[in-house]
């Protein structure tokens, strides 16, 4: 691992907010998508340390931190925990990939001990209420 990608490491710790039985998961979950969205701008306009950096901080958020969370473990937040973890992994390879483009080498991680497959959260009650309730006009007609 480069001098650079420790730097970029040692920023992504820091910059990741502790995280506060006070605050839902939910909010957390929202932290992670802005790492992730500010990773694919920084990403699209050839910032690759940036990229690396807003990826590290995602991956440290739903690894590391989060999994301390009081809540995580419950429904709902529980599903949408075990998503984000799967998506890491994706994420990881991702970074090695952003380290060789700014003169880094690929991290060597352990692997995650295998996890059951989760599909992403389901949709919202309101959002199956108003299908349902399509169905049900179609039916009657």
Known sequence: MSDKQQLLDKEAKLAVPPVSSNKSPKEYFSLGAGYLKMA???????????????????????????????????????????????????????????????????????PMPPARRVAPPPPKKEIRMELIWIIIKIKRN
């Open 40 to 110: 694919g701008q920084c990403k699209k306009a050839g910032d690759f340390q940036g990229a690396y950096l807003n990826l590290s901080k995602y991956i440290i958020l739903i690894t590391e931190r989060l999994a301390m969370h009081s809540e995580i473990k419950k429904q709902p937040y529980k599903d949408e925990y075990l998503f984000n973890v799967q998506k890491c992994e994706m994420m990881k390879k991702e970074l090695g990939v952003l380290a060789v483009k700014f003169g880094g080498t690929p991290r060597k991680t352990p």
